[in-house]
């Protein structure tokens, strides 16, 4: 099928008129009318149509008919009143090789803007030549031919150093993944890079590239490679074993249940012939780990009893994973037996762990309990961290949603707190307690230095709201050594959701503008804000 051209958004009934008129054979559509705010996508589990902001994908409707939608939204369709639809993201383009040419011949690519390219949270960060590959391997020109898309992918690899092409394979291999529409290329991908000079074969990858093929259920081809794996390994039963705990691993993170369990087989044979304790340990790790990535954490904790009768003592990491895999769930009854079960164990609750219990509370807005457990945290001199920052605020509704307009959100602590509700307010002040402000900045007579890096937009805020009132008293004392210079680290977006738009330094220059700060983009480094030491404190105290 050759790229079907469409310039307005909004008239999809176009794109449906254009398709049927072509007669393609199996691919019936339906009027549907999308809203068009830019930043969204929206998934058409019936009709076969993807539309983003950048981009139009016209799936064959079977491609999209295997997968339950996940979500229902609303939509007014032009005067016939609102219209339910199931919206679900497709999880793979083929089911298995043999379809592969027919399949991407049911794919149309239609450009409408330059197309930016996103991260996922948990993708591996794309570096520049990259970005530029995936967006060029998206390019209608390839669209539908494969002979064409393999030569451009040996191209790319011939004329890629390594760390380049790597960089491709991991962000298409990772279940996080901003391109899982050209996922199905990492094999292609794989097998190029295999005749590069600098190849280094690595089990963890293969495991990675076997756990993705399951999900696309290209069987055959998995089998193929894990056979070839197996073979090399075999010989050394501890490699062996590390092979299959990463496979079962990487087949949850991927969600394929069929070849999470077969690997889980595979893995308890090793167990139940193995001597070694490492073997064993390492094994039942990574079974713990799986089940409760595949939202099965009752099983995790049978199999953490099944240590104890094997005589494998299970460590905090055992604990903490099914304590998170039920909190995920929102089974907080038996997260806290979890919390308690380690407790009496002899195993310290410290800020890992309390993080993973916060992050569980916020996922299901338990704002509550995310405030008893600070406060528990507190009386028992547990410190906070950046993700302990960036767990509950995330949470709070009401600040996330301020941060929507910077030209209006309050500019002090104090009035931030009046915008609150009685539990959010709570959280904040809790929050403000913390080492977490000491620990990002740095003082003495040459500089002054705030470091944001690692903190999500809602926890730089507050911690900017914090600095002003930290920096005011420090210099109200008599004895205060004013830095020669004050500076504030945003980061410029190199690991940003858009590379090069960093929202926290959007964010901190909104603020310095808005409070007449002397303090100004340094030429040096574009990630950092800069003033004089005596400068600032005018500024603050004046």
Same mark, same amino acid.
């Given at each position: ?403 929507? &307009? #910077?030209?209006?959100?309050? @500019? *002090?602590? $104090?009035? +931030? ?5 009685? /539990? !959010? ?25 705030? &470091? #944001?890096?690692?903190?999500? @937009? *809602?926890? $730089?805020? +507050? ?5 002003? /009132? !930290? ?72």
């Amino acid at each position: 099928m050759s790229p079907c051209v469409v310039t307005d958004v909004g008239n999809t009934e176009k794109v449906v008129n254009q398709l049927n008129s072509r007669r393609l054979s199996g691919l019936k559509m339906a009027a549907l009318k999308l809203p068009t705010r830019p930043n969204q996508t929206f998934h058409g589990g019936k009709t076969g149509v993807i539309v983003t902001r950048t981009l139009t994908l016209v799936y064959h409707p079977t491609l999209l008919s295997r997968h339950r939608a996940q979500n229902q939204i609303m939509i007014s369709s032009g005067n016939s009143g609102p219209q339910r639809f199931l919206f679900t993201q497709p999880q793979r383009l083929s089911q298995c090789n043999r379809y592969f040419e027919e399949e991407l011949r049911n794919v149309s690519w239609t450009h409408r803007t330059s197309m930016e390219v996103r991260c996922k949270a948990g993708a591996v960060p794309l570096m520049k030549q990259s970005h530029r590959f995936l967006s060029s391997l998206s390019s209608p020109a390839l669209a539908g031919d494969p002979s064409a898309t393999n030569r451009h992918i040996k191209k790319f690899v011939a004329a890629s150093p390594k760390s380049v092409a790597l960089n491709v394979l991991s962000h298409l291999l990772s279940a996080h993944t901003s391109h899982p529409h050209l996922s199905f290329y990492a094999l292609s991908l794989y097998s190029e890079i295999t005749e590069a000079s600098w190849f280094d074969w690595n089990p963890k990858l293969i495991a990675e590239l076997v756990a993705l093929l399951n999900k696309q259920e290209r069987f055959d081809e998995s089998e193929t490679l894990l056979s070839t794996a197996v073979s090399r390994l075999k010989s050394n039963e501890r490699d062996l074993a590390l092979f299959f705990c990463n496979l079962v691993e990487s087949n949850a993170k991927q969600g394929s249940i069929q070849g999470f369990d077969e690997a889980c087989v595979r893995l308890r044979e090793i167990i139940q012939r193995s001597s070694s304790v490492y073997v064993k340990t390492q094994a039942y790790k990574s079974l713990v780990s799986g089940l409760c990535n595949m939202d099965k954490p009752h099983d995790a904790e049978r199999v953490i009893d099944e240590m104890r009768t094997e005589k494998v003592k299970p460590g905090l990491f055992e604990y903490k994973s099914v304590l998170y895999g039920y909190g995920r769930l929102g089974l907080f009854d038996d997260m806290n037996r979890v919390v308690q079960r380690m407790e009496t164990e002899g195993h310290k609750i410290d800020t890992v762990c309390s993080n993973m219990v916060l992050s569980s509370y916020g996922a299901h807005d338990a704002l509550p309990q995310m405030g008893s457990w600070l406060q528990k945290l507190k009386d028992f001199n547990v410190p906070l961290s950046i993700r302990t920052y960036n767990s509950v605020l995330n949470s709070c509704p009401t600040v996330t949603s301020l941060l929507k &307009d #910077l030209d209006t959100c309050p @500019l *002090s602590l $104090s009035e +931030l707190l009046t915008f609150l509700n009685e /539990d !959010e307010a709570v959280l904040v002040s809790k929050l403000t307690w913390s080492s977490v402000l000491d620990e990002a900045i740095e003082w003495n007579s040459l500089e002054g230095k705030l &470091d #944001l890096h690692g903190m999500h @937009l *809602s926890s $730089s805020y +507050l911690i900017m709201m914090q600095w002003m /009132d !930290e920096m005011r008293v420090r210099f109200s004392e008599e004895k205060c050594v004013v830095p020669a210079e004050i500076v504030v680290v945003s980061g410029s977006g190199k690991h940003s959701n858009v590379r090069g738009e960093s929202p926290v330094k959007a964010l901190v220059k909104k603020i310095m503008v808005r409070t007449g700060s002397p303090m100004r983009i340094d030429r040096k480094n574009v990630g950092s804000f800069i003033a004089k030491g005596k400068t600032v404190k005018e500024w603050l105290c004046k």
